[in-house]
């Protein structure tokens, strides 16, 4: 069984943007189920006969609390091999029964806060059947020359497309399958998924059909201290752009870089917090959002320090414009390049 997250800048010529409306993707699913002659029904946990219009409201309208630049869906794959769908006679209805399964596993694998945990009717989701797929370039077959690129593969070939909201259907978590492992681990998901094949019809997987987890890498002392020493250089510079009782202690940054492994959060909330100095708006609980990617609204009284901060700053900017400007118009033409080529 193969399992897939689809990285949609990196997929082909199917690639897509999830940060919108899904209307693309699913005109792209719905264009292959024709083109293999199907009908282009999708299903859910709930319903086999899911219109494309329906499953296109539903997960366009799920994004309460989502911003314009994050990821509104994802899609999913389901890919068993030949065997496994000879295993049970390529039976649509056994396939779709397991998606049902694997899509509560999805659910659950999510790290709540609490202990909470989701299942299947927590999702916003919907699911496909294709009974084909074709060659790639960089497919054996094809290196070797028996087959083209583009060419129909033989053999059964039925696999489930999946898209799935990525907001919980009460619309208060944000779900990213892609995210950081301690939230949602992506190769057990998988891992169980091809576990759930096995126990459900009965099937003893190949070792080319089960996964097998990456080693990880051993981590590199040298590199995370360069790592560490970047980062207190980039506290020192916001410490310049901010007010004294605003800034940041190295050291206590770098713990909170060290406690979340580097991850991408830490970055991208690291870099707001010099875009918020940069532009007069320092963040005053700048640590919190850097440990848990999550800004909580100042103070009132830090409010009125941060607005008049900020009416200084853009003061501050208008004054060094205006000054630069009468420098330029009482200069003469020339005269700054020709003073430049004198030798002292």
Request: some cysteine.
């Amino acid at each position: 069984m193969y399992v897939k997250l689809i990285n949609p800048k990196t997929h082909g010529k199917a690639a897509y943007t999830n940060t919108g409306s899904c209307a693309q993707t699913l005109n792209y699913l719905q264009h292959e189920a024709v083109g293999e002659g199907q009908e282009a029904t999708f299903f859910n946990a709930d319903s086999d006969e899911l219109g494309a219009a329906q499953l296109l409201q539903r997960i366009d309208s799920n994004v309460k609390g989502l911003r314009a630049t994050e990821a509104k869906f994802y899609s999913l794959v389901l890919s068993p091999s030949e065997q496994e769908l000879a295993h049970i006679g390529n039976d649509p209805d056994k396939l779709k029964a397991y998606t049902r399964q694997v899509m509560g596993q999805y659910a659950q694998n999510f790290r709540l806060p609490g202990g909470r945990q989701l299942d299947s009717q927590s999702l916003v989701w919907g699911a496909i059947l294709h009974q084909d797929r074709t060659h790639r370039g960089t497919d054996p077959e094809v290196v070797a020359g028996t087959a083209k690129a583009g060419a129909k593969r033989a053999g059964l070939q039925t696999h489930v497309h999946i898209i799935v909201s990525a907001r919980d259907r009460e619309q208060k978590l944000t779900l990213n399958p892609g995210g950081r492992r301690q939230r949602f681990d992506l190769m057990r998901w998988q891992a169980a998924a091809g576990r759930q094949f096995e126990q459900q019809f009965g099937y003893e997987a190949q070792a080319h059909e089960k996964l097998r987890p990456k080693a990880a890498r051993p981590r590199d002392p040298a590199y995370d201290a360069g790592r560490l020493e970047k980062i207190a250089g980039r506290v020192a510079a916001i410490n310049q752009l901010v007010p004294r009782e605003q800034h940041l202690a190295p050291d206590r940054v770098q713990a909170i870089a060290q406690a979340r492994q580097f991850d991408k959060t830490f970055y991208r909330m690291l870099r707001r917090v010099e875009e918020r100095a940069r532009d007069g708006r320092p963040i005053d609980n700048a640590l919190k959002l850097l440990r848990t990617g999550r800004e909580q609204a100042p103070a009132p009284q830090r409010q009125a320090v941060t607005a008049l901060h900020a009416v200084q700053h853009l003061v501050r900017n208008a004054q060094a414009t205006r000054d630069e400007r009468t420098e330029q118009v009482a200069e003469k033409p020339g005269r700054r390049s020709a003073e430049l080529d004198i030798e002292m």
